[in-house]
């Protein structure tokens, strides 16, 4: 949600700051700037993605050891060239970029109008750079002194980063509630919302923390809390790889993330199963497994996909651990004031770590007196610190806006968290949690076998790209993986999905049913494979188009869809990190075949730091 670069030291730092740019892109792309000292104050924003801003500086002379540089998911305004970040004072001397929400802006901005301030956007960032810059003319006082006091006033999240004219050697941040990271080089810092932009250049950082300003140079770090106490920057080393966060050779980043799922899932069971002894170890919890082995109940809190692997979770960690499990929506879960506190265990799964709805809710709970257990994939995260116990996904970093490979590593993680409490509270017996542990540790080549799907499925997208509406069914644990069909499908290729319980479409979806209609059965085999197979009649009956996912060795369903995808066998329980795969391709490949931008599609953002 808005990603933010800076740079300060002996380097051009224009074209760091673009690379960066680039790199965070997957954050929100509406539109990008670029603020630097160049002669005075120079900014450059332009609407659109980053390539654009790039052409529209080609012939501006952009030298300059000091920058700033924003691109853009809007929340106060539309994407337009004015509502474009940075954002400048009214003398002009000061540029901020921004990313969060400043909830008091409207009454800030009342103010400021009336002591004079006039603004060329519709921004709440534009509104706290004046409302700064009023407070250092008032009490002439530094930068750094009329930040501090704004902050004290300000309701909201923030991760903000100002140039001043007058002192082209530092660059101010600070933080609230959304993510910076500083890159420490030798004699230079790097300011990015992640890492990805840093990792090329130095692999010590700094993540700051929240009521946290930093007063940077290119040779000195200086942080200090709101109250004007200076604090020990804690350097710890990066432990991520550039190949990493580049394309390796695929079109898509999605594709290449797609692909590497046998590898990532294999890291996210590394070290914590052995399935010839026997054992789950799961250092993350090992001090509060007992006590989640006794939770009274289980909420699982998230958003988007990290959700949908949260309805898996629940038919698993149910089966196995016999603890009723409730999943909510972060955003909803939060604002209806739950009846939440000692005793309950709040699993918050998400792959950034830094969705606002989730941490919001998290923090609440917490308060509340709930066991925090975090579900992570970034490490270091906003969540995962919150969390009094947690387990990393280490899908590693997922660039692709739709999510893919957290999906399954969540998937793996979860069922290791209900094995593992199973196991403690004598809820399983021996001989299914060994299965179990034998199945997770196929699962990798499985998924192996069912990427070699991908030209099949190719094929089956090019055949019903040009359709308006698709149908996503499934039932118990597949359930869920419609649902993430249906999303991956809606999120990169903009035809309405919509996920379904396969036996509740009767009671309305099937009024939708025509020849026209694709409807996807996820329909392995399980316990509720018959019944699934009767609902598949219930579609053909009405002239629906079906594409099936199913086992391998499946006689029926073959004889009565239109086309089929063969998936390996596997436990119901472990079942879903296979078929969604194909989920995932049928997404891309129509998404590319319609000619869409799969890596950044329309409107949405990866990190979504904002309520
Ligand atoms: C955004 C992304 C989704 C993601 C959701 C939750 O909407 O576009 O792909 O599933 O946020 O993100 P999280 O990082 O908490 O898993």
Redesign the pocket.
Known sequence: MCGIVAYIGQKEAYPIVLKGLKRLEYRGYDSAGVALINNGLQVYKKKGKVAELEDHVSSKDMRSHIAIGHTRWATHGEPSDRNSHPHVSGNGKLAMIHNGIIENYAQLKQELLSKGHTFKSDTDTEVLIHFIEEIQQNNNCSLEEALRIALKRVVGAYVIVIVDEDHPDTLIAARKGSPLVIGVGKGEHFLASDASPIVEYTKEVVYVNDYEIAIIKADELILKNISNEIQTPYIQKLDIELAAIEKGGYDHFMLKEIFEQPQTIFDSLRGRLDAKKGILTIGGIREHAEMLSKAKRIIIV??????HAGLVAEYMIEELCRIPVEVEYASEFRYRNPVVGPGDVIIA???????AD?LVAIESAKQKGAIILGVC?VVGSSIARLSDAGVYTHAGPEIG???TK?FTAQLAVLCLVGLKVAMLKGSITEQRFQHLLDELENIPEKVAATLKLNDRIKEIAAKYKDARDFLYLGRGYNFPVALEGALKLK?ISYIHAEGYPAAEMKHGPIALVDENLPVVFVATRDSYYEKVVSNIQEIKARKGKVIAVITEGDQVIPGMADDIIVVPEADELVAPIISVIPMQLLAYHIGVLKGFDVDKPRN?????TVE
Not at 302 to 307: D, H, L, N
Not at 604 to 608: F, I, N, P, Q, R
């Open positions: 998230a958003c988007g996909t990290s959700w799964v998400s792959q950034s770590g830094e969705t989730t994939n806006v739709a999510s957290a999120e949405l953002a990866k990190s979504v």
